[in-house]
């Protein structure tokens, strides 16, 4: 397996200077990702899972360039991503695309459909073929070519996903990354959306790199699954394993906290989902 | 474990009485013909995709329906003595009597219910000196400490003292939470409290809640798209879609045995986990299509255009089927579908 990694993170460290509270103490600092190493294969798809807080979306913009450790490495398909100015980045655009939790705050309301998808393309300098190239897109996230001349709030919150997805794969990138693509959604809208992100792994042969704070929604999805908490990966596993035998502690909390429809009928209440999260300090 | 429906109670325990709701702008059609009870102690769910008329409903009961939007039906809130008269035909001033008193409302985003620029401490005191449920000063004090330490906020004192930005999402909520709980009302609606929050959040707030109400003997309408919270936090269940109320049920029933195809569909795109343990790569199970915007669902069954059943039959609007006997009526318990799942011979 010598096969480049198409992401790789070495001890990766982000630190935020927070806002002095007070003239006498010192400036806190948040370690946001605290020593994070983490090998993601060709193919693989891997989720990313913990609390709001714990560092996932930091580490994802660490991953995309769009911010720079403090401290380690970060390596897309090979290349170094950590110590590059974001001018020398305009590779990993091609080679790496996102999706947001919120399709409506990450959609340009005032732009239409078609330029929406196109942006990535344009941003490239391509210039012709585009309009053919949406249409294509549209059509293979499910939606109707007639979609490219509407504006996105003319668009329900799943269809805005499709929309997203649709933009995400328009330069043929190798890796989609996504920050809790469906924790915005409808439980109906979330399972047509999974499976269209299932779909386009599955068809355009992508690494996936998926967060959620629930574990639930990554285990249809991925191969393996990382939890995060407070900046540390405390767990990684195969997704089979993780489920069948969580070995941290707050794993198994994550866990005991997702009210799931079976054993809630089994007569599990909200007292025991409480019981199951450890107890929090703060 | 079925729900044995009990005998007929010797006193009415009914809370919130809703007969035949309707709610539409001038042109359109958004709530029709709503109709449900909930009792004293009760906990009731109130599920369906975005779209399907949940907030409405809420709004509805509490008199807070946006400009533009006309209700006709009865309401009336059984808990007090006397019992209200119709709440749809009070004047707001009557309603802001009833509203953070016998009637209170925790909505999905805890900032549009708290005032940003005053101590979350002085808002829960607030709702207690406004309604004058207090005694004095002193007991308003002793009060907001208590009831912050109910919901389980640490160092409750100290934290009155807080600014809502400076506290989490999760604790913000328990603020809420601790303001609709203070005057102990006789029903706590609650819209979508936790689909903000973090899976670990959300159960120890669904706790609260459910702790809050029982403590209290308080009725409760429960909102959200998430049926493992429904089924969490609720003994009954009120499915809505279009508009309308298609099923009705003991949680265990509506989602263990669905009738209606609507809610046959929920359930299934609920389910993420599979075959036993395993990662299925075969898709998930989803309802077809989405739901349409306003004024734009069929007549006949609302649900007929997304519907993998429907036939000619389903054109015109079927007959409430009562499945069964409840304590809270007839149409506590039971669906509106021509041909529903769960019987002989299906699938
Ligand atoms: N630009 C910033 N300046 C200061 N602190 C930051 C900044 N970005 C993130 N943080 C802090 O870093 C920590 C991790 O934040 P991050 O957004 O990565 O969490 P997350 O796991 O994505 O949470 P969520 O589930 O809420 O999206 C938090 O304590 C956050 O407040
Ligand atoms: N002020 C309003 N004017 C017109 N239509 C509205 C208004 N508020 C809500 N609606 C429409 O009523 C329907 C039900 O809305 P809502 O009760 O918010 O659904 P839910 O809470 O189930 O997501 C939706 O189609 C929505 O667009
Ligand atoms: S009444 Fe007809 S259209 Fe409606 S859910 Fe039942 S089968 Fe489907
Ligand atoms: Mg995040
Ligand atoms: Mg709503």
Redesign the interface.
């Known amino acids: 397996m010598s096969e480049t990694p198409s992401v790789e993170l070495r001890n990766v460290t982000r630190d935020f200077r927070r806002r002095r509270t007070s003239l006498t103490s010192p400036a806190p600092v948040v370690r946001a990702v605290d020593d994070v190493s983490l090998t993601v294969a060709r193919g693989e798809r891997i989720g990313i899972v913990g609390?709001?807080g714990s560092g996932k979306s930091t580490l994802l913009r660490l991953i995309c360039g769009l911010d720079r450790p403090t401290s380690g490495e970060v390596y897309v398909e090979g290349r170094p991503v950590h110590d590059q100015p974001p001018w020398r980045l305009g590779w990993l655009r091609a080679t790496l695309q996102l999706v947001f939790q919120d399709p409506m705050s990450s959609l340009d309301p005032r732009m239409r459909v078609r330029d929406i998808v196109a942006e990535p393309l344009v941003a490239q300098g391509r210039r012709s073929g585009n309009r053919e190239r949406v249409v294509e897109l549209l059509e293979r996230v499910g939606l109707s070519a007639e979609a490219a001349d509407r504006y996105p709030h003319q668009f329900?919150?799943?269809?805005r996903q499709r929309i997203s997805v649709a933009r995400a794969l328009a330069p043929d990138p190798d890796i989609l990354v996504a920050d809790e693509p469906v924790s915005a959604l409808?439980?109906?809208?979330?399972?047509?959306v999974?499976?269209l992100i299932?779909?386009v792994v599955e068809g355009f042969d992508l690494t996936l790199v998926f967060v959620s704070?629930?574990?639930?929604?990554v285990?249809?999805?991925?191969d393996r699954v990382a939890v995060m908490r407070r900046g540390q990966l405390v767990e990684v596993a195969p997704?089979?394993q993780l489920?069948?035998a969580p070995e941290h502690p707050y794993t198994r909390?994550?866990l005991?906290?997702?009210?799931?429809?079976?054993q809630?009928?089994a007569?599990?209440?909200?007292?025991d989902?409480?019981a199951?999260?450890a107890r929090?300090e703060? | 474990?079925a729900a044995a429906p009990a005998a007929a109670p010797a006193v009415d325990r009914t809370v919130l009485r809703v007969d035949g709701l309707s709610v539409g702008t001038r042109h359109t059609g958004l709530l029709h013909d709503v109709s449900f009870q909930i009792c004293r102690g009760e906990r009731v769910g109130l599920i369906g995709?975005?779209?399907s008329g949940k907030s409405l409903t809420a709004l509805a009961v509490m008199g807070l329906l946006p400009e533009g939007l006309a209700a006709t039906g009865d309401v009336r809130l059984s808990a007090r003595t006397p019992a209200t008269r119709n709440l749809l035909d009070l004047p707001e001033r009557d309603l802001a009597r009833l509203r953070g008193d016998g009637l209170s409302m925790v909505f999905q985003e805890p900032m549009t219910a708290l005032n940003p620029t005053m101590r979350v401490g002085d808002q829960v005191a607030e709702v207690m000196l406004i309604h004058r449920t207090q005694p004095s000063r002193g007991a308003v004090r002793r009060r907001v400490v208590e009831l912050l330490e109910q919901v389980d906020l640490?160092d409750p004192a100290h934290l009155a003292r807080s600014y809502p930005h400076e506290l989490?999402?999760g604790q913000r909520q328990r603020v809420v939470l601790a303001i609709a709980l203070a005057n102990d009302p006789a029903l706590l609606i609650c819209d979508e409290p936790t689909t903000a929050?973090?899976?670990?959040?959300?159960?120890?707030v669904?706790?609260l809640?459910?702790?809050g109400v029982e403590e209290r003997d308080a009725a409760m309408l429960f909102i959200t798209?998430?049926?493992?919270?429904v089924?969490?936090?609720c003994e009954r269940v009120l499915v809505m879609y279009g508009g309308r109320i298609v099923e009705a049920g003991p949680?265990?029933d509506v989602?263990?045995d669905p009738r209606h195809r609507y809610t046959q569909?929920?359930?299934a795109?609920?389910?993420?986990?599979?075959a036993e343990?395993?990662?299925?790569?075969a898709?998930?199970?989803?309802?077809p299509g989405?739901?349409p915007p306003a004024g734009r669902f069929p007549d006949g069954c609302v649900f007929r255009t997304r519907c993998t059943h429907a036939d000619e039959v389903c054109r015109t609007q079927p007959p409430w089927v009562p499945r069964g006997e409840h304590p809270a009526g007839e149409t506590a318990y039971g669906h509106a579908c021509v041909h529903p799942a769960g019987g002989y011979g299906d699938e």
């Open positions: 609390e709001s329900s919150g799943g269809q409808d439980v109906s809208v979330r399972a047509q999974l499976n299932d779909e704070h629930d574990l639930s929604v285990r249809h999805v991925c997704t089979e489920f069948a909390s994550l005991a906290a997702v009210p799931d429809l079976q809630a009928l007569g599990r209440t909200a007292e989902l409480a199951g999260v929090r703060r | 474990m995709e975005s779209g640490p989490s999402g929050l973090d899976v670990t959040v959300q159960a120890t669904l706790d809640v459910v702790r798209h998430d049926l493992g919270v089924a969490t936090v949680v265990q989602f263990g569909g929920l359930v795109a609920s389910d993420l986990t599979g343990g395993r990662r299925e790569r898709a998930l199970p989803t309802i989405s739901v």
